[in-house]
């Protein structure tokens, strides 16, 4: 399969985030990256996202559902990864079969999400949450405290990679939150949401899976608030996040490297099962406080700080919370929604997820986003290292690859293209990417 950059790798077994892998991204390749992400252009792999037909009942539902999507798009239906025409094995050759299906039909044609069975209710599950969680509730939650500082990140025009580009390119720098990343955000509306339902009395510990960031974000925000929390995390994950982690008073759990983020929320929901009346599970991935986060803050930031001229939001699917609340937010407003995931199941953009493998976010809903792309490990080191000395941007490896993927929209289209990068390059250090 073509593949926005990298080698070909062969289809893996296990279901995990890689290592950052030091020969990604070095050498003459590495040098011959001038040029802002050559590897994905306009020939590189990319869906755009269709509308679903109506349902049919009836032994003639698929063959309905095919002529609704062709008459009403009037042209080939693009591949969106897993999607309907991609079971079917039309549209493009460019989606090898290790991109499963994201979704699968059952009998009669219900569509069936893939991944954990159904949970027990947890915070920010109860009715009304987005009646009641507001932006100007949680504010005043935490007025007088650093949690007020959260949001309002900066908005940076990327000129030197921008060069050339039909589309202008903007950095909103989420590692200028209170934690280091854009998760700060997240994990205090998950906190306040859990206060507000009575979920946090005495003694009780919240309790949650995390790649790295969401971890040291809840650590911050129950240091403040005055609960304990205990994160399962993967063993890979970077030295200087456990740390921060640990610092900010957090017990840490560490699960199987290989297992990735998959065997960490295994783990979380496991110790959720067996001690329910001790653990408040605030689950990232399931939590409908975390995209609302960015319904009633990122986004509005982002209108605010482009005078309402924002034409295109990019940013990396991990819980997808981003993406969906920013989608939420801009989409009405006609801001165009590229949602980016890795390019293989055994990448290094910690934080992110290939949904075609991994455990699919409760939350996460592939019809948020215009248009899908994806993204190599090499090219998003190679733009990571880019940000860090054209722009004086320090970024993880998920901001070089959201930039990357941002600049492939800037080729094709104009407009205010937004992008978001969500931590700062400190807290990998100690990984081969800064070697």
Not at 24 to 42: F, I, K, T, V, Y
Not at 205 to 222: F, P
Not at 250 to 260: K, Y
Not at 279 to 287: A, E, P, R
């Amino acid at each position: 399969m073509p593949r926005a950059s990298g080698a070909d790798r062969g289809r893996g077994a296990s279901r995990h985030d890689a290592r950052l892998d030091p020969r990604l991204g070095g050498g003459a390749a590495r040098e011959d990256r001038h040029r802002c992400s050559a590897g994905a252009g306009p020939a590189g792999p990319e869906v755009r996202a269709t509308r679903r037909a109506a349902r049919r009942a009836g032994p003639d539902a698929a063959a309905h559902r095919r002529a609704a999507d062709e008459d009403e798009l009037g042209y080939r239906t693009p591949l969106v990864p897993g999607g309907a025409a991609a079971r079917r094995g039309e549209g493009s050759a460019a989606f090898a079969d290790h991109l499963r299906p994201l979704v699968a039909r059952g009998r009669g044609g219900r569509r069936q999400r893939r991944g954990p069975a159904p949970r027990a209710t947890r915070p920010g599950d109860g009715p009304g949450l987005s009646s009641r969680l507001t932006a100007e509730l949680v504010a005043e939650r935490v007025r007088g405290t650093i949690l007020e500082h959260i949001g309002n990140t900066p908005l940076i025009p990327l000129r030197r990679i921008g060069r050339g580009l039909r589309g202008e390119l903007w950095a909103k720098l989420e590692s200028a939150n209170p934690a280091g990343s854009v998760k700060d955000r997240a994990a205090l509306w998950m906190v306040v949401a859990a206060e507000e339902e009575g979920q946090l009395g005495a003694g009780a510990t919240i309790l949650d899976a995390t790649s790295g960031n969401t971890g040291v974000a809840l650590a911050m925000v129950g240091a403040v608030r005055g609960h304990r929390v205990e994160l399962c995390m993967p063993d890979k994950v970077s030295l200087e996040r456990k740390r921060i982690a640990r610092a900010y008073g957090a017990s840490l759990v560490l699960t199987d490297p290989l297992e990735g983020t998959d065997g960490a929320i295994r783990e979380a929901q496991r110790r959720a099962r067996e001690a329910p009346d001790h653990y408040v599970y605030v689950d990232q991935y399931g939590n409908p406080a975390n995209p609302l986060a960015h319904e009633l803050t990122t986004g509005p930031e982002i209108w605010r700080q482009t005078d309402g001229r924002a034409t295109h939001f990019v940013a990396g699917v991990g819980t997808s919370g981003t993406v969906v609340g920013v989608s939420r937010a801009l989409r009405p407003r006609g801001v165009r929604i590229v949602a980016v995931q890795p390019d293989d199941a055994l990448h290094g953009i910690e934080g992110w997820k290939h949904m075609a493998t991994a455990i699919r976010p409760a939350i996460w809903d592939e019809a948020v986003a215009d248009r899908h792309r994806v993204m190599g490990t090499e090219e998003a080191i190679a733009m990571t290292r880019r940000l860090a000395k054209e722009e004086g941007i320090f970024s993880g490896v998920s901001g070089g690859a959201a930039v990357a993927a941002a600049c492939a929209v800037a080729r094709e289209e104009a407009g205010r293209i937004v992008v978001l990068i969500a931590d700062g390059g400190e807290r990998y250090l100690s990984t081969p990417l800064w070697e």
